[in-house]
């Protein structure tokens, strides 16, 4: 069975798009994966189809209109009623709807988010043409997922449809290994865009109060300019590192070396107060506690397996941090073991599998 896979982004680090797509591909799924060039066109190698369209815009409002219509041009020419669609988020929906609609094939939708209640589009105009969109269109989805529990009770609520499968990005299951290396000084992780509402502009003030210990920011975004000027405005450039953005691979090996890691996201939209942020799990299986923003699913992973410690408030950050550090990994490592062995793709993969079984025998 043929699955034609759309997702707007150049595909070089979007890891559950990638990891959706090796295991259907693993299982006897023939993938195309669609993406596009927004964000420069790095090498990637796959085993299978990767198409990534060539977008001409240089701003992001008319590049979502240019790719609207090259991917459902490329859809028109490349599906057939024998293959399953595959839309990643509210910005790829459209064309797929259509064409699913025009060739009366099964369309799986994938919501990574809650798009319109994302920070980049709360309050402007466009947020209200994407909710249009979402509202016409979601009720008559057969068959969607979603990437945390609280995303799916979101969509159920607001639009009174069959709950999604939930599918968490969880990262591959790292077994278990011994970290004897001894920072000095102690690190302190972010990994991540670095985008407005993510925490690092109370981050990087907090660090005046944390001593023997330097933050790594591992990641690139439209921030990260303003921010490298705030830390050296406040005379911390010696304590923060910007390390960029850099391929998974190498940046599981900065993740390992880490001694806490953060995901202290700012409450600016439903989006992100619901998410249960991909970087959060990546620490897990790194076996690095966490400090994170008490928001319903990072709360729940805390209370759950005693891996770190929640913020009420982002005036708690030093404290909370040095608490952490001063307990030192090898407080936390019993706890964090055992939410590695849950929080991993392995255990997520079969709902992704059991749904694709549903859309298969539901309509060929």
Not at 22 to 43: A, D, F, K, Q, V
Not at 151 to 175: C, G, H, M, S
Not at 186 to 212: C, E, F, T, W
Not at 342 to 348: G, I, L, N, P, R
Request: aromatic residues 10%; positive net charge; contains cysteine.
């Amino acid at each position: 069975m043929r699955v034609i896979v759309s997702v707007f982004n150049n595909l070089y680090t979007d890891q559950r798009v990638e990891k959706v797509c090796r295991t259907l591909s693993e299982n006897g799924y023939t993938i195309e994966l669609i993406g596009n060039n927004w964000g420069g066109l790095p090498p990637i190698n796959r085993n299978y189809t990767v198409t990534r369209l060539k977008l001409r815009s240089k701003i992001l409002r008319f590049a979502y209109l240019e790719f609207q219509w090259k991917l459902y041009k490329h859809l028109l020419q490349k599906a057939d009623e024998k293959c399953i669609l595959l839309s990643n988020d509210l910005d790829t929906l459209l064309p797929n709807y259509l064409i699913a609609n025009k060739l009366q094939i099964p369309l799986v939708f994938d919501s990574h988010e809650i798009f319109t209640e994302m920070p980049s589009v709360k309050g402007r105009f466009t947020q209200k043409i994407w909710r249009v969109l979402e509202k016409q269109i979601l009720p008559k989805i057969r068959f969607m997922m979603t990437a945390s529990e609280s995303y799916a009770d979101w969509f159920v609520k607001t639009y009174q449809i069959e709950r999604p499968v939930v599918l968490q990005n969880f990262p591959l299951y790292i077994p278990s290994f011994q970290n004897s290396e001894v920072n000095h000084p102690q690190i302190i992780l972010y990994q991540g865009v670095i985008n407005p509402s993510r925490g690092l502009d109370k981050m990087i003030p907090a660090m005046k109060h944390i001593s023997a210990a330097e933050l790594w920011i591992a990641g690139d975004g439209p921030k990260k300019i303003e921010y490298e000027g705030l830390a050296n405005g406040l005379g911390l450039q010696n304590k923060i590192r910007f390390l960029g953005k850099l391929l998974p691979e190498d940046l599981r090996k900065i993740t390992h070396k880490a001694d806490v890691g953060l995901s202290i996201e700012e409450n600016n939209g439903l989006s992100y107060y619901y998410s249960l942020p991909n970087k959060i799990s990546d620490y897990i299986q790194a076996r690095v506690p966490i400090v994170v923003s008490d928001f319903p699913e990072m709360s729940k992973v805390v209370d759950t397996w005693q891996v770190g410690v929640k913020i009420g408030d982002h005036n708690e950050l030093a404290e909370k941090i040095n608490k952490v550090l001063q307990n030192g990994k090898h407080f936390y490592s019993y706890n964090l073991e055992k939410a590695a062995v849950v929080m991993c793709w392995e255990k997520e993969e079969p709902k992704l599998l059991h749904l694709f079984q549903k859309v298969t025998e539901e309509n060929f």
